[in-house]
Structures are given as C-alpha cells and as structure tokens.
C-alpha cells in the first residue's frame, strides 16, 4: 500500500513564505508526475503546480513567480515553496501522485495540509 504523506503546511502572514513536501512510502513503486492541487472553501479543488519525473514543473497562471515546484527522486518526495503568499492562497493543499505498482499506474493523494494566510 503506498502513502503521500504531506508537512509544511500552517499559519503565516501575507508575503510571508511556506515550504510544502510530499513524501512517498509504501511498496515498491514508480513515480511518474508528482503535483499540489488546494481546495479553498466553497470552490474546487484546483492545480497549483506539477512536476514530471524528469523535473519539467508545470504551473497555474496565478503561481508562476511565486511557488516553485520540486522534487527528489531519490526520497520519493515533491515539495512546494510558496513566496508572497497572499490572503486569497488560503486552502487545504494535496499532494498528488501517479504511481506505477507492476503494470498498473495508480492515482493517489495525500490527506492535506492546511494552508491559511493572514493578511
């Protein structure tokens, strides 16, 4: 059984500064693309960044220069750094992986992490 289990998340104050990561546990596996999606109150849950397995980040237009996505193969982990965070970046933040166990490729997330900007 694999798990992403995610950390990083808590209370900071506008432009101030947060490091999300991702890590992966469990049976023997293969990452492909690693990812952050958030869930805001009353919306849906949104992309913020990906990351494929050779390190090629993909971003929502209202991330680009902010956050930065990355990852470390090595120790099955992805991590977020979000700067100039802003009052309107307040959500719960999932990790999210595409997983190959044997044959089969699997979509799995994390439990969340709650990220709440003061402003």
């Known amino acids: 059984q694999v798990q992403l289990v995610e950390s990083g998340g808590g209370l900071v104050q506008a432009g101030g500064s947060l490091r999300l990561s991702c890590a992966a546990s469990?049976?023997?596996?293969?990452?492909?693309?690693m990812g952050w999606y958030r869930q805001a109150p009353g919306k849906q849950r949104e992309l913020v960044a990906s990351?494929?397995?050779?390190?090629?980040?993909n971003y929502a237009d209202s991330e680009k220069g902010r956050f930065t996505i990355s990852r470390d193969n090595a120790k099955n982990t992805v991590y977020l750094q979000m700067n100039s965070l802003k009052p309107e970046d307040t959500a719960i933040y999932y990790c999210?992986?595409?997983?190959?166990?044997?044959?089969?490729?699997?979509?799995?997330w994390g439990q969340g992490t709650q990220v709440t900007v003061s402003s």
């Open positions: 999210h992986a595409e997983i190959w166990i044997l044959r089969f490729k699997y979509s799995y």
């Open positions: 469990g049976s023997t596996f293969s990452i492909d693309d």
């Open positions: 990351i494929s397995r050779d390190s090629s980040p």
